[in-house]
């Protein structure tokens, strides 16, 4: 303390309140708190499913877990002159659950394009106010596309007919006799389709048609019928695809030969089983050269090659082989017009290659960025999760597409004409790529529900897509992530909302609720609440847990607090069930200092006042009274004795050595603030407060404090020098939607016009 302080003689500390520098903070105007009556910190049983053999209490599998497995092999063909697809493929499911099943469910995903689909007539339609016309043609004049599977047979393992019924995009095929638990039957499934150009019909795969030189570009998926998951969880999960939640599917090994026209270039989910025949002998080599590069990417089909072939229409055929292991699906791209570039990535202890493969009207964008982005992702992710365990991941420029299935992924993104493309087509192309090809981690390996829970893929990987975003570029213009890009949902009208927690089909405001809101989430669990070691450590567990696995949001919640010591339900249980949003404010500040003069009224209220002696009078006592207006008001003070009372630096000296009064606070100013907190959720309080000699100090009250009270609590700061400005949450962490409370003095905020 100073000698100022020291010095100071009188009877009582007095902390005598100056003003009361109070500014009314207008509440929001749009929407209602969202207080409830109920505990925000309450655990959340009434929330999670039961902990059991298959799920514990922890957040990890337990020991009954079980999954199912499904080996294909496949032999399909494309036909490119008429835009068809034709396939047979023998399935082998093996059933790990103790309880047998009389049938089999097998997704016909593809059906969604039927003439016959319902899709189309579970959405809302309003006349349009202009169309074009073509878009009046296709809608009113045209024959709808004739999509969806035409499955020829079902047949058993020695070739007798099966009984099957097909229910939209569901199969379901009945057995002969119950599968037991640890048998195995195979069955096999012929069937064709038109591919739909998804420029024009839509859809997550089919073909982009390039006018100037008539050759198509096919990016294939959910072109085979597939296996559904059966869990402990859903039973069959044989919910319909409607076209917002995605996919479902078990993991299994594959062996799969496409037969494409010869002059085409192709890469495919699994490792390919004959290059030598698909490539030429300088292919070939190039390629080998790409597995020791580990700083640029080397040009495997250059684009010369890939021009000379647009023209040449080949009515030979070529079939490539592919083979993967332990994989929940299978994703094709083939094209003559595809250029090829790959190099090596380091992961762990193993070389993994990463890959591009673009038609020239990607050029110069992809040959410049595309495959790099792949290496810094791949590097990125595995830092947080695990090791990439695949031997590849390739990235496909497909116009208007951004998907993921294992292995590869297509993505949008192309320059001018001229080759010249702008930051936005840059960076949007590059966050695309990072996005989709981060899905090989989520939900490829830690394999969630999509049909279900679109969040638990989409918005982790956003997440993470984010953390790759930042490490590739500091300036990298993040569309998602940070806390205050989610404020503009989070405070729009409630009747436009619904919690993370709904089923995918059922999202409004699909990409803030399942990618934006639930990666802002998470960002602000790592930055303020839980610190980067305790939130990476348990997002890292999470992801070891459930990698090769399908997790449930209940195992999400438990490991992250499991893992981490941290208490999260009250995070939880406002983040992704309620859709109440975070407003904190300063509602009153008082400042206060240190005074030996007696405050008005003093007097008077001692001769009045009779005090009781405290429980403990052992050792020198000092008193602070706190005067918090202008009359002294004795009734706050009943437990003080006045005739215990010593002067400030007598207690300081009879109680400290020299060397311990030298590191002893020397506070001058005190200040009261009282919080408010208009938004139902429930959150940290961070205050700045900036000294007048313009330095600042910062201090984080965790989200605990308002556990007594919801709506408002207060804090008292003792401060060498004074205050200027105090700021709750200065650099945006937390979402809060309504910052013109967030300050005292109140600032004028500036109008959009100003």
């Given amino acids: 303390m100073s000698v100022s302080m020291k010095n100071i003689k009188f009877p009582l500390l007095l902390l005598c309140f100056v003003s009361q520098l109070f500014y009314a903070q207008d509440k929001p105007k749009t929407k209602e708190a969202g207080h409830e009556d109920v505990n925000k910190f309450r655990q959340m049983y009434d929330l999670l499913a039961t902990p059991n053999m298959y799920r514990t209490a922890s957040g990890a599998p337990g020991p009954e877990y079980y999954q199912q497995q499904a080996d294909y092999k496949m032999s399909i063909e494309l036909d490119d002159k008429n835009q068809k697809l034709f396939g047979s493929e023998t399935i082998t499911y093996t059933n790990n659950a103790k309880e047998s099943l009389d049938y089999l469910w097998v997704q016909l995903d593809q059906n969604q394009h039927a003439k016959t689909s319902k899709s189309p007539l579970a959405e809302n339609q309003n006349p349009d106010d202009a169309i074009s016309v073509n878009g009046f043609s296709k809608k009113y004049l045209q024959e709808p596309f004739d999509g969806g599977f035409k499955i020829e047979y079902v047949k058993d393992a020695a070739g007798k007919a099966l009984p099957y019924n097909i229910n939209e995009t569901m199969m379901r095929v009945d057995l002969p006799k119950p599968l037991k638990h640890g048998e195995k039957c195979s069955f096999s499934v012929k069937w064709w389709y038109n591919i739909n150009n998804y420029m024009i019909v839509g859809g997550r795969s089919g073909y982009e048609h390039f006018a100037k030189d008539g050759n198509n570009l096919y990016v294939l998926a959910q072109f085979y019928p597939r296996m559904a998951v059966y869990n402990d969880v859903e039973g069959w999960q044989n919910m319909q695809f409607w076209g917002g939640g995605e996919f479902a599917l078990p993991f299994g090994n594959f062996e799969v030969d496409i037969t494409v026209p010869a002059d085409h270039i192709m890469e495919a989910t699994g490792v390919l089983q004959n290059r030598a025949e698909v490539f030429t002998a300088e292919q070939v080599k190039r390629y080998e050269q790409a597995e020791k590069s580990f700083d640029k990417p080397v040009i495997v089909v250059t684009q010369a090659e890939a021009a000379a072939k647009e023209s040449s229409?080949?009515?030979?055929?070529?079939?490539?082989?592919?083979?993967?292991?332990?994989?929940?699906?299978?994703?094709?791209?083939?094209?003559?017009?595809?250029?090829?570039?790959?190099?090596?990535?380091?992961?762990?202890?193993?070389?993994?290659?990463?890959?591009?493969?673009?038609?020239?009207?990607?050029?110069?964008?992809?040959?410049?960025?595309?495959?790099?982005?792949v290496a810094h992702t791949l590097k990125s992710y595995s830092k947080y999760t695990f090791d990439f365990p695949y031997p590849k991941a390739v990235s496909v420029n497909a116009q208007d597409q951004g998907m993921e299935y294992p292995m590869i992924c297509w993505n949008f993104g192309r320059p001018e004409e001229d080759g010249t493309f702008s930051d936005g087509v840059k960076y949007g192309m590059l966050g695309v790529v990072i996005h989709e090809v981060g899905h090989n981690f989520f939900p490829m390996i830690v394999n969630s529900d999509e049909r279900q829970w679109t969040w638990m893929d989409e918005g982790l990987n956003t997440f993470m897509e984010y953390l790759a975003e930042q490490s590739f570029d500091p300036n990298f213009p993040s569309r998602r992530g940070p806390a205050k890009l989610i404020v503009p949902y989070m405070s729009g009208d409630q009747s436009g909302l619904v919690p993370i927690m709904t089923n995918s089909e059922s999202i409004k405001q699909f990409g803030n609720n399942a990618y934006g809101k639930p990666a802002a989430g998470l960002n602000i669990l790592r930055e303020t609440i839980m610190g980067h070691e305790l939130f990476d450590f348990a997002f890292?567990?999470?992801?070891?847990?459930?990698?090769?696995?399908?997790?449930?949001?209940?195992?999400?919640?438990?490991?992250?607090?499991?893992?981490?010591?941290?208490?999260?339900?009250?995070?939880?249980?406002?983040?992704?069930?309620?859709?109440?949003?975070?407003?904190?404010?300063?509602?009153?500040?008082?400042?206060?200092?240190?005074?030996?003069?007696?405050p008005k009224g003093y007097k008077e209220a001692k001769a009045e006042f009779s005090p009781r002696k405290p429980k403990s009078t052992s050792g020198p006592k000092v008193y602070m009274i706190a005067q918090s207006s202008e009359d002294f008001k004795p009734e706050l003070n009943k437990a003080f004795s006045y005739k215990e009372a010593k002067p400030l630096s007598e207690f300081v000296d009879a109680n400290f050595s020299d060397e311990e009064k030298a590191k002893l606070a020397d506070p001058k100013y005190f200040y009261h603030i009282t919080f408010e907190k208009p938004g139902g959720l429930v959150m940290p309080i961070i205050l700045e407060m900036t000294f007048e000699d313009g330095t600042t100090e910062?201090?984080?009250?965790?989200?605990?404090?308002w556990r007594m009270n919801d709506r408002e609590v207060s804090r008292f700061?003792?401060?060498?020098?004074?205050?200027?400005?105090?700021?709750?949450?200065?650099?945006?962490?937390?979402?809060?939607?309504?910052?013109?409370?967030?300050?005292?003095?109140?600032?004028?905020?500036?109008?959009?016009?100003?």
């Fill in 698 to 705: 910062t201090q984080t009250f965790p989200a605990q404090i």
């Fill in 540 to 598: 890292r567990t999470y992801a070891n847990r459930w990698k090769f696995k399908h997790p449930t949001p209940e195992d999400f919640f438990r490991t992250m607090e499991d893992a981490s010591a941290v208490d999260l339900d009250w995070f939880f249980r406002g983040w992704f069930y309620t859709t109440d949003f975070n407003d904190i404010g300063i509602k009153e500040v008082k400042r206060y200092f240190v005074s030996a003069e007696t």
């Fill in 717 to 754: 700061f003792a401060t060498t020098k004074p205050v200027k400005k105090f700021t709750v949450d200065p650099k945006l962490e937390t979402a809060d939607i309504d910052v013109t409370n967030n300050v005292w003095p109140k600032e004028t905020v500036k109008s959009k016009f100003d």
């Fill in 313 to 373: 229409f080949s009515t030979a055929k070529k079939t490539w082989k592919f083979k993967a292991e332990n994989v929940r699906d299978f994703g094709i791209a083939t094209s003559r017009k595809l250029i090829y570039d790959a190099m090596a990535v380091k992961i762990g202890d193993k070389n993994v290659m990463a890959i591009s493969v673009y038609p020239k009207e990607g050029n110069p964008l992809w040959e410049q960025y595309s495959t790099r982005a």
